[in-house]
T-cell receptor, first 115, second 114 residues
Framework: GNSVTQMEGPVTLSEEAFLTINCTYTATGYPSLFWYVQYPGEGLQLLLKATKADDKGSNKGFEATYRKETTSFHLEKGSVQVSDSAVYFCALSTSNAGNNRKLIWGLGTSLAVNP | DSGVTQTPKHLITATGQRVTLRCSPR?????VYWYQQSLDQGLQFLIH???????AKGNILERFSAQQFPDLHSELNLSSLELGDSALYFC?????????????FGPGTRLTVL
């Protein structure tokens, strides 16, 4: 079946450190891949997405590349800030036999950035 | 602000009771999704409606039901509440239901069952 596996948190980094949050998936067909972020006390919001193999999504200094050969969509940022402290969710969008679209979510990775 | 509104923000009730959560999607969005977020189970997809029709069901209990009205707002009804139903309930909306569509999340309703 379809699934998303994210690295477990919490991840704690110092400001300006390099961030990688790993995400791998299993899916049939050609899913779209997403990273959502949830800041404390808020709902989720889209961070970036990629809709086909080798696409790179980017936003606010974050990047992720859709790698079909390794079934991965790792999130990276070159220099994190305290304001990046949040929970990050990897998700894939696929459809079932009835052509009903479904988002499959990872468990989320908590990131804490210290000044 | 995502443009998705949810009411109420907080809800405290007792076991065995019934509650209704309300969601208004972004203007122009036809799809509404409901999610449950708890500490032990993470983010769980409950149900998806598109233009008034149910499109997909996830891990939704039989005690829970939802509907989407002609004005596209949606309600999630939770009945015979149990302690374990305490969670954050999110609503999200999207324009249609394409694979690449972005889902826009509301701020959530925090349900506490005592």
């Amino acid at each position: 079946g379809n699934s998303v596996t994210q690295m477990e948190g919490p991840v704690t980094l110092s400001e300006e450190a390099f961030l990688t949050i790993n995400c791998t998936y299993t899916a049939t067909g050609y899913p779209s891949l997403f990273w959502y972020v949830q800041y404390p006390g808020e709902g989720l919001q889209l961070l970036l997405k990629a809709t086909k193999a080798d696409d790179k999504g980017s936003n606010k200094g974050f990047e992720a590349t859709y790698r079909k050969e390794t079934t991965s969509f790792h999130l990276e940022k070159g220099s994190v800030q305290v304001s990046d402290s949040a929970v990050y969710f990897c998700a894939l969008s696929t459809s079932n036999a009835g052509n009903n679209r479904k988002l499959i979510w990872g468990l989320g990775t908590s990131l804490a950035v210290n000044p | 602000d995502s443009g998705v509104t949810q009411t109420p923000k907080h809800l405290i009730t007792a076991t065995g009771q019934r509650v209704t959560l309300r969601c208004s999607p972004r203007s122009g969005d036809l799809s509404v999704y409901w999610y449950q977020q708890s500490l032990d189970q993470g983010l769980q997809f409950l149900i998806h409606y598109y233009n008034g029709e149910e499109r997909a069901k996830g891990n939704i209990l039989e005690r829970f039901s939802a509907q989407q009205f002609p004005d596209l707002h949606s309600e999630l009804n939770l009945s015979s509440l149990e302690l374990g139903d305490s969670a954050l309930y999110f609503c999200a909306s999207s324009v249609r239901w394409g694979l690449a569509d972005t889902q826009y999340f509301g701020p959530g309703t925090r349900l506490t069952v005592l």
